[in-house]
């Protein structure tokens, strides 16, 4: 349940939000100065080009693991919250995220990526598909006098 970016979602309508988790950990023995995200596409359509009607993208955090319910997948937090991105179009490079502590050695985060396709999303979107792949990257710290 906490590496669900590989689950696809089918029939999705104007209006229709995902909703998938995953974990990201810093495995090392270094902090980190910061983590990213980009998104890419391929197969790309109009659902990841259109960055006004396309898939909108959010993503929180958890301080415990995600409840998980579904399919569909649902998730509920029984700890805090705190807001990882603010909704954007889904397609991004080196996408600034916050309020993560996996920027600390050893720590992992639990997030929460909504997908939404919005209400104004028309007829052109029929029948389309994308395929998002999403690669967080954690930046090194800057070196200190040790």
């Known amino acids: 349940s906490t590496k669900r970016l590989n689950i696809g979602a089918t029939d999705v309508a104007p209006g229709d939000t995902l909703q998938r988790s995953v974990d990201i950990t810093n495995a090392g023995s270094l902090n980190l100065a910061s983590i990213t995200l980009t998104t890419t596409a391929a197969p790309s359509s109009l659902l990841d080009t259109d960055a006004t009607n396309g898939l909108q993208m959010v993503i929180d955090r958890c301080s415990v693991s995600w409840t998980e319910s579904g399919p569909p997948y649902t998730y509920t937090c029984g700890g805090s919250t705190a807001s990882v991105l603010a909704t954007r179009a889904i397609i991004g490079s080196t996408i600034a995220l916050s309020n993560l502590t996996a ?30 792949s999403y690669q967080f990257t954690g930046t090194q710290r800057n070196a200190t006098n040790k």
């Open 103 to 132: 920027t600390t050695a050893g720590a992992t985060d639990h997030l929460k990526v909504t997908l939404t396709l919005p209400s104004t999303a028309g007829n052109t979107f029929q029948n389309l598909t994308s395929t998002i």
